[in-house]
Structures are given as structure tokens and as C-alpha cells.
């Protein structure tokens, strides 16, 4: 049975693509971006989760959500599992489907091919912590949004833009342990802005780099 390494599930969320979408983010990175925001997703685990236990997580989720975004971690560093969970989704689900990716686009050439018709939307290229950020769903414009399906021609060709300043929001999540997570595409310096404001307020910050093995255990 094929199983895929997880950081986390999350629905709605509502910073990564349009409407209400499920988040799912998986493990491992060997890209390594300088710079990058989710270090914690960078490292390998044996510890991989059934693809058929993920579509369980889902289901609940799947008849409420407008679409679905994979993110990381990188998720072509699975490409097997990747294109099992997305061949899943697929066959319950009608949304839109976004993938990201660090790769540079002609890297994932082939891995496109044998998924034709599981990806709507492929975000590409590698983090660039110096390249300007001015483009809507882009850590820095270098990205290159691809729209591989008509689907995704519908959903996402409005977002080859500039990032409209009511854009620049984030999703706040808590979870049952009480973590705090930020999602979306964080502007270069929400992290010194969030430090400020909850410093101003009495509170200290202290990002934690999140140990996910009792993530995948749980699902
Ligand atoms: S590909 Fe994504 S998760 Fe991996 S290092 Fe680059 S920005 Fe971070």
C-alpha cells in the first residue's frame, strides 16, 4: 500500500488559492531554499501515513472545499506517493488541485507527464529570498505559475498578477496541542511584524521548529 511522509492536514484554508481549500503539506525537502519559512518540514521520516488513511482525514472535508492545495516540504521528493494521494483525490473530489513546487519546472517534466490530468495548477522554481515579492501566491516573483488543465485556466490564471494589498493576510490555525500556525505566503517581514505586535502586548515569540512524527502518527 503506498504511503506518503505528512507535516500536517488543515481545512479551510483560505491563503493559498481561491475559495475554502484544503491544505495538506507534505514532509521533506531536499531543496533546502536559503531563507526558507517552514524548516521544519525539511526532514525525512520513516514514519509514512497510508495513502488511504489520508483519504479517510479528508473525506469529511472533501463535499466543504472548493479545492486543495499540496505544499511542503517538497512534495515531488515523493513522486509515487504524491501521484497516489492526488489519483485518490481525483476520484472523490471535483475542485481545483495546486501543487507547489521548489523544482524548477523542466526538473519535473517527467514526473508532469505520468500525473497529466491530477494537477490543475503547478507553482515552480525555488525559493529566492533576495528576488522582489510582488506576485499573488509567490514567496518571490522568480516562482512561475503553470496552468496545466482547463480547470486550472478557470481557477488561476487571475493570479499571474500582482498580489492586491487585501491579499496580504495569513490563516491563523491552533491545533488540539495548542501549537499556532501561520498559513499562507508570509510577506518578508510578517515575522519581525507578528514579534512586534505581541511583544508590545506583554506576550514573548518564540518560533518552534515542530517535531511531525506525532503528526503522521495520529491520523
Ligand atoms: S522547496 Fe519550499 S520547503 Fe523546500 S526549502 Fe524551498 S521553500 Fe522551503
Redesign the pocket.
Known sequence: MTAIALSRLHFPVTTLGPGRRIGIWTQG?S???PG?L??E??RFRREKTPVADVIAHLRPWLAQADGITVS???PFDQPQALAALLTAIRAEFHGDILV?S?YPFPVLNDELARMTGLIDALMSE??EQDAPQTLRLR?SDNQRLHLLTPLGETCFARYNAPLPADEKVLDLAIDDAGVVSLIGIPRRDDMQRLNEFLTDRGHSFTPVLRDNKDRNRSL
Request: with cysteine.
Open positions: 525537502c531543496l533546502r531554499c526558507c517552514s524548516p518540514t525539511w511542503g516540504g517538497e507547489f521548489g525555488p525559493f514567496g
